[in-house]
């Protein structure tokens, strides 16, 4: 079994920051790629920004030039760096993972969630 495990949420008045980071630990073979997705109240899940093992990342046009994904293989973890943040970032954030378990059984996996909260 698998699990992901978020921390790094908070607080924070606009034009701040946070750190946000996903760890995944369990039976991992292998984590190809990694993702943050975030649901605000009332609105549809939708992809924040995501990173390939290879490096590959990728961004909602909301947040390019605000927010830096990275990610460490060796440590199967993602972060997700979050500057000049806005109230509309506020949302619950969640990690995802494209993985493959020691039984060779390929799946998504996400995280149980950590609520970021942009207010002055």
């Known amino acids: 079994q698998v699990q992901l495990v978020e921390s790094g949420g908070g607080l924070v008045q606009p034009g701040g920051s946070l750190r946000l980071s996903c760890a995944a630990s369990g039976s991992i073979f292998i984590i190809y790629a990694m993702g943050w997705y975030r649901q605000a109240p009332g609105k549809q899940r939708e992809l924040v920004a995501s990173?390939?093992?290879?490096?590959?990342?990728n961004y909602a046009d909301s947040v390019k030039g605000r927010f830096t994904i990275s990610r460490e293989n060796a440590k199967n973890t993602v972060y997700l760096q979050m500057n000049n943040l806005k109230p509309e970032d506020t949302a619950v954030y969640y990690c995802?993972?494209?993985?493959?378990?020691?039984?060779?059984?390929?799946?998504?996996?996400w995280g149980q969630g950590t609520q970021v909260t942009v207010s002055s």
């Open positions: 990173i390939t093992s290879g490096g590959r990342t």
């Open positions: 995802n993972a494209d993985l493959s378990d020691l039984d060779r059984y390929e799946y998504e996996d």
